[in-house]
């Protein structure tokens, strides 16, 4: 006969601490402390972009509208002049669309790790796809894990969503306080600075130190392109110099023992 009476194991069960926890909502919390230093920094720099934007004529629902909807601070400060200068349509978003080529870059970089999920899915995480995603993302999971899923969607989410409350707080901060700035103060400055403290920590190795002054050097050298073509190459350049640091380091690992077991 079976025992009225819950086993040992059954007791055991109701304990919270008995159970696994859930992966994704632990890279999530993962992701949230990793990501947690780089957000004044993200919140610095969107609050330089919604001065900007109210500063280049907009109106208060045109800018709300364009930090929710565009949601991508270079492009928004590359279009904004252009706006301002009554440019045609189709050259601001030409020009915006050659600014934020990089995401597509970033989304073919990232993308194979994301093809259990839905397209909708996808589609989201697209939108809410940054820069500080590709420091952070790739660390943590590099080449050799895409074919594991596992926490990749709860790591991505919780990086995406603090940069996504953080700019988007900011924005909106500065929107509202634009009026009160004088132009004298050089926000755009402290935008700068807000970026080199995002870009420091990410720094984590020789590649990425390559990679930020190459990049660095032919943003400089192509400043004069037309349609800020010049962040593009300099985006190109720095990956291309990263890529053959990192071959360069993998080849000289394997140089020592090459000729053993021959």
């Not at 907009?58 to 565009?70: E, S």
């Not at 050259?91 to 934020?100: D, E, Q, R």
């Not at 073919?108 to 259990?116: E, L, W």
Request: proline share 7%.
């Amino acid at each position: 006969m079976t025992s009225p009476h819950p086993g040992p194991s059954l007791d055991s069960s109701r304990d919270p601490s008995s159970f696994p926890q859930d992966p994704e909502k632990a890279a999530f919390h993962e992701a949230m402390r990793t990501s947690a230093p780089a957000m004044p920094g993200i919140f610095a720099w969107g609050v330089v972009a919604g001065m900007a934007m109210m500063q280049s004529g907009l109106t208060l629902w045109q800018a709300l509208g364009m930090t929710l909807v565009v949601f991508a601070g270079s492009a928004q400060l590359a279009a904004l002049p252009l706006m301002a200068a009554n440019a045609p349509a189709m050259v601001v978003f030409l020009t915006g669309l050659v600014v934020n080529l990089r995401f597509v870059i970033f989304a073919a970089s990232m993308g194979p790790h994301f093809a259990h999920l839905p397209w909708h899915r996808r589609l989201w995480y697209g939108y809410l796809n940054n820069d500080i995603m590709m420091g952070f993302f790739p660390q943590r999971f590099p080449g050799h894990t895409l074919g594991h899923t596992s926490g990749k969607a709860g790591y991505f989410a919780g990086i995406c969503y603090m940069n996504w409350l953080a700019w988007q707080g900011g924005s909106v901060l500065g929107i509202l306080v634009a009026s009160q700035v004088p132009a004298a103060w050089g926000v755009g400055f402290a935008g700068t600075l807000a970026l080199l403290a995002v870009m420091i920590p990410l720094v984590a190795n020789a590649a990425a130190l390559v990679a930020v002054a190459v990049a660095g050097a032919v943003a400089v050298a192509a400043y004069s392109l037309p349609y800020k073509l010049g962040l593009l190459l300099a985006l190109l350049a720095g990956m291309a110099a990263a890529t053959l640091v990192d071959l360069f380091k993998a080849r000289t690992r394997t140089q020592p023992g090459a000729g053993e077991g021959a």
